[in-house]
């Protein structure tokens, strides 16, 4: 989220709540051509996260596809405020790689979803990039757009299962370096100040990131690239910590823990 983008993120504003219909809304369609991808910026993820560095990661695609999701998010027909929104899923699953000098369009499709029980609204985002007509990722994306009435949950007790592969530092200024590779400069990630100022206790890391660092740990330690990857995200992971990854036997599915908690969990497929 680059400056200007922030600042339209911070002050845009909701429509009003007469506006926004209960019931499922008009899906939004948008379009966004990036003339190439950068070599050169490539390069800085993959030495941030632990790539390969000739590769295109899997994971690389979410930061073209965030570019159009937020040109879309801010759109005077999305009814809600970007800022706040909170992403909670991501899925993205690679067709094939593509060629760094061609053009890539990324088509995205947003679809408001019906109200939940407790008032709470979805927004999805799908996108789909293509070269030439032939199809190399897909991005869905979806975020708490809306928060409900909060329901007392029971109390459980997470178990994590699987084989623990690794794990990696978060340091303190790991928000601000994710941030300048990932255009994402969102308050809530850089430093304690900012994070306050919008309503949190301290800085957490980028959720994509964490997805990135266990992309990268798993193709380090497989020596296979990953193609597929689902991710739910459950909780913050704050700077100054260290998350530890887990698979389980079949290595199709993987949790990401902390202090005995499930942060983030969901599939993998590895070529």
Known sequence: MRAASLLAA???????????ADGPAPALA???????????????????LGFA?????????????????????????????????????NSLAETRQPDL?????LSTTVTMLPAASNGARYCELVTVAAQDGESVFTCTSRYLAKQGKRKTAP???????????GGWAVGGSLGRAYAK??????????????????????????????????????EQTTARRVTAISARFKAPIALRQRPTLYVSGDRHKY?????????VEGTVNLA
């Open 10 to 20: 911070l002050f845009k504003r909701a429509a009003p709540a007469e506006h926004i």
């Open 30 to 48: 948008t379009q966004f051509e990036l003339p190439r991808i950068d070599s050169a910026h490539v390069a800085r993820y993959n030495a941030l």
């Open 53 to 89: 560095p000739a590769s295109i990661p899997l994971t690389y695609y979410y930061l073209l596809t965030q570019r159009a999701h937020l040109a879309t998010l801010l759109s005077k027909v999305f009814p809600f405020k970007v800022a706040g929104m909170v992403h909670v899923e």
């Open 101 to 105: 000098d061609r053009p890539l369009l």
């Open 155 to 165: 109390s459980t007790r997470d178990v994590i299962e699987g084989k623990r592969i």
């Open 181 to 218: 590779v990932s255009g994402d400069w969102n308050p809530i990630h850089l430093w304690r100040w900012s994070a306050r100022l919008m309503g949190m206790r301290r800085p957490i890391i980028h959720g994509m990131h964490s997805v990135g660092a266990a992309c990268a740990l798993l």
């Open 255 to 263: 949790c990401i823990g902390l202090d005995g908690r499930r942060m």
